[in-house]
């Protein structure tokens, strides 16, 4: 196993740094919160006062980091440990940033001999405390193979979506799409709903029929169709309203660099800005549903 | 066996009243077109020369109509034939038309002492003529009971989705969402293509992924990524453009009369609607995916 | 002067009669309600207690009801008046219903040798005891011409829109355009604000570019831009968000019947369906300004 | 009158600087064209064969540049002129850019001691040759009142919008309106069209009305309604499609980063996007009218 540097010990970078222990690896780490370094040491990793020492040695870094300029500074800015790194080193950035962001990172490490992958996850917390998160990985098909080990005792599926940058669009596609199917699935569940209809059986027969999708099959948005999902339990836990802003942000972000025309997820776009504005950031994305649903009614 | 009468022998109900004749039924019908007739004569039904005449001495009458006039008038107009119909008939009306209508339908027959089913399909013509239509059905569980042994002549799904007019609004809502699954995934299918991924790659990653749904699974708007769908014969068969409009206008109306908020839905109305109005009526309805991609670079 | 009959007189009709009766007009009046008769009655109408009694003797009749419905059935229904007017009698239905309904209803009396224009109004409450009423007229130039007299006593503006039921589909047309001109206003100006501008600055530039509108000129949806206006007394008073709702409703209808693409209008209609939804339906209608404030920021 | 140096020559920036010339002013000019130079000389401007040369000896600066990455790089580049300004310049730039990079530019400049406004202009290139521009000025208001000399020899309307960058703001929300103004309009006048209206008198009627805007006051969409607009010139001229959509792009941006939720804006834009991809990048932008005209009718 390679020696291995983790930056970055957030809600996600923390239980996915977890795993990595688990698995046997030895972890290099560091966050700018001492906390995220000392809860990983006790997990078995050697903590460093910052991030050049800590990549200092290894030969594979792994960052999860919160947007594009975190990760261009990270490596390439004032202190960056771009050149600090051994020349051949693979660095797997997880973090969702902007592709173009990945594809800069890439362009630059390539100056300095070195490999870098864009591998953005799904799952959230929870996949990442399982161990179950998809990563979808942009770069080179040789890197890819190489990083499978690694990844594989963070995750369970791997894709390999193109070259640098392509891990970030395929993951903002996907959300994209993930964003319009919860808006359309709750806008026609309402509709039945208030024609008459019963939410579960509407939902079995969409399930059976040519409107089957995701969030009917494992994340039904009304509450009490599904067991254990997030709309059961008042829209708690899940992914948040406002993580799926910042995706679909990085979506426009990416629609306007390439001149995609994408009048459905721009649509799902304001309905998630206006439930944001109305003060659900912070519940779970399924909670649109009630965007559809008759305030007055409960009055 | 009921005797049965079958009225409405068009691309539709042609073969559904084959499959009704193959399955041992015996079937007085009628149409509009002598042709229609003549056809069904040949598998072995008996052809009436107007619907009064056909529906004398059966207790189960089947119509599949192209719209709510139609039907009204079929069984309430002027020469309409539920006056002639014994006390107790069941009709099972297959036609997709507005809820209202057949609410409308169901109230003045319940006056009369008939029972009524309505009973839109899905699957097109070719699930017509393998007898493997969906039923959708609203009206009452004991007449659904009843009527399963002659729809399961014609199709292999049967669902009931509540009282009258549920059978309606149920299809319509799947329909409508369907809409929204289609020109969704589309659009973020070219994204991808713009920014450089590979079609067959990003549909991949999107079906093992929260991206997932029926147009992904076994109908890809983009060419070439499944064989055998009309993506990839140049949008030839398959589920033409302004029959998905007649049924989005379905939606509108039972939109407006529920005072639901439907904005995914009305915005892939518009998409298919514009789509039209550029030509593209009669092909399929995947073929809103050429909407995103860049006619300029064809020149 | 022509012996009138007005029937219907609630909000708006109850001050239209009132200027007709100040004009000098002798009015023989109907409505289903006691007081509104008992109160036309005061300002020296003859009050009759069914519609039928009121339109004997008279040659012109005035109807100011809500819906299509309550039309087709006051003139055509069973006890409808339309049989017991006298030949040639001239029919001005202020009512603002689906023109289909006012394309049947011109269709149906022309068989009776009776001739009618649909007027639809704007201007409100406000504009309807003012004297101040907007018509928009529908029907043949000769009986526009005609009609000009009675109409200008309770209104300053008179529009021939076309002919049977186009006044509907103007006015609907119009306000169809009056909901996207407010809801872009408001968002444009709330960008404004976001990105720290001047509301009233930016009104002022918007004014006199190419953003120029009727709702920036008198009607500034954002409060205390203009004096006098809704936004600036807590969005009281004006046009409630439930009245736009029903116009964009008829438009909805319009655009089925015509096969007419309107993106704009129906995303806006969901911009105002969504505003009711949550509570907001018997407030002016420009308080959809208050839709794109972040609601976090009061807390 | 300052010594004054004049950087991109471009349709709008050379016309422009004629109309300085012609009124008094001593320019210095430069551009990356030698024909663009060459032409200003003609109309008596003093050329230089590079940016830094031009504004040596000058204390008024202004440039007319593509995008923000142009703007920054003139003035902070590596070779950037900001260094040999004098201390106190004054620099207005007329470049419609993102905000942000206009609040960047200011910000650094300051720290130089130089002065900066942002004044984005309307009015295109008929405008910049009649000297009728609108400028929408951003930067302080002492700046602005200097600045007022210089701007009237280019332009009529002088608009003080607020701080830094307020002017791109201030430009970018009105055109994000006349965007909205333009498709709501289309949309409503074929409408009425569809319904057997003329296009003249239902202009005329929303002229009156509500629905009155600038679009139909000087711009109408709907071909020989109005006389000398490019609608009734087979939409040459005027403001192009790919330029509405270059400031729908920046009004994105705009809107990104201040969270607002701009769903009008966004639909026009993706209006405007596929109307574009469908070939129409060059013709004006009123010609969005024809997206809602029935294609099929053609045939």
Redesign the interface.
């Known amino acids: 196993m390679k020696k291995t540097a983790f930056i970055g010990l957030g809600n996600m970078g923390g239980p996915m740094a977890q795993n990595l222990l688990k698995a046997g690896h030895q972890l290099h780490v560091f966050d700018l919160q001492q906390a995220a370094i000392d809860q990983a040491v006790q997990h078995g990793a050697i903590g460093f006062s910052n991030a050049v020492e800590a990549v200092s040695q290894v030969d594979l870094v792994i960052s999860m980091l919160p947007a594009g300029k975190h990760v261009l500074d990270l490596y390439l800015g004032e202190n960056g440990i771009a050149k600090d790194l051994a020349k051949d080193s693979l660095i797997i950035d997880c973090s969702t940033i902007d ?1 173009s962001a990945s594809v800069q990172l890439a362009e630059q490490l390539r100056l300095l001999n070195l490999r870098v992958l864009d591998a953005p996850v ?1 799952g959230g917390v929870g996949g990442a405390k399982a161990g179950t998160l ?1 990563f ?1 990985v942009g770069g080179s098909a040789y890197d890819f193979e190489e990083a499978k080990e690694v990844l594989s005792a963070m995750g369970t ?1 791997l ?5 640098h ?2 891990g970030q ?2 993951k903002i ?6 964003s ?2 919860m ?3 709750s ?6 709903i ?5 939410a579960k ?2 939902s ?3 399930l ?8 009917l ?1 494992v ?1 039904n948005p009304c509450p009490n169709v599904l067991e254990n999902v997030p709309s059961s339990n008042d829209y708690q836990g899940g992914f948040m309203v406002d993580l799926m802003n910042k995706d679909l ?1 990085l ?21 998630y ?2 439930h ?4 659900n ?1 912070h519940r779970d994305f399924s909670s649109i549903f009630e ?6 009614e409960k ?1």
């Open positions: 592709s799904s998809t979808i599926k894709f390999h979506a193109g070259s940058g392509a669009v395929a596609c996907n959300n994209m799409l993930l319009v199917l808006a359309g699935t806008e026609a569940l309402q509709m039945a208030d024609n008459g209809l019963d059986v509407m079995d027969i969409m059976q029929s040519s409107g089957r999708n995701w969030t099959e994340y942000g979506a426009k972000d990416t629609a306007l660099n390439s001149h995609s025309n994408t009048p459905m997820g721009d649509l799902a776009r304001n309905l800005s206006e944001s504005l109305q003060g950031g965007m559809f649903a008759d305030k007055n009055e």
